[in-house]
């Protein structure tokens, strides 16, 4: 199973992004080669007009609970606006280096 694609097409398909990036981010972890546990994704779109953070992360994480119940250990959630984004210059933060990677 590809978790990283799977959460890139139920992303684009629940909420038509304008951007969105899914990154597999388990090789910076404590977890075996080839890995797929620990994943990124930047995702901007209009379905977050008017919503609050907590909702949008709420939201996210009903569309990916599957995903998160079968192997998916960590998902770090970056949600914009058009217009938060914008005002980001179109950057997301950086992920913190993990403190327990070998």
């Known amino acids: 199973?590809?978790?990283?694609?799977?959460?890139?097409?139920?992303l684009?398909?629940?909420?038509?992004?304008?951007?969105?990036?899914v990154v597999n981010e388990s090789h910076g972890h404590s977890v075996p080669k080839g890995s797929q546990t620990h994943f990124k994704a930047t995702l901007v779109s209009p379905a977050f007009d008017?919503?609050?953070?907590?909702?949008r992360h709420q939201?996210?994480?009903?569309?990916?609970?599957?995903?998160?119940?079968?192997g998916v250990h960590a998902l770090a959630l970056h949600?914009?606006?058009?217009?938060?984004?914008?005002?980001?210059a179109g950057l997301?933060?950086?992920s913190p280096a993990c403190a327990g990677r070998k």
């Open 50 to 55: 008017g919503v609050s953070r907590v909702k």
């Open 1 to 10: 199973m590809d978790f990283e694609q799977n959460i890139r097409a139920k």
């Open 79 to 88: 949600l914009y606006t058009e217009a938060e984004w914008a005002a980001r």
């Open 92 to 94: 997301a933060p950086d």
């Open 59 to 70: 939201l996210v994480y009903g569309t990916l609970a599957n995903e998160l119940s079968s």
């Open 12 to 21: 684009i398909e629940s909420f038509s992004p304008v951007f969105v990036d």
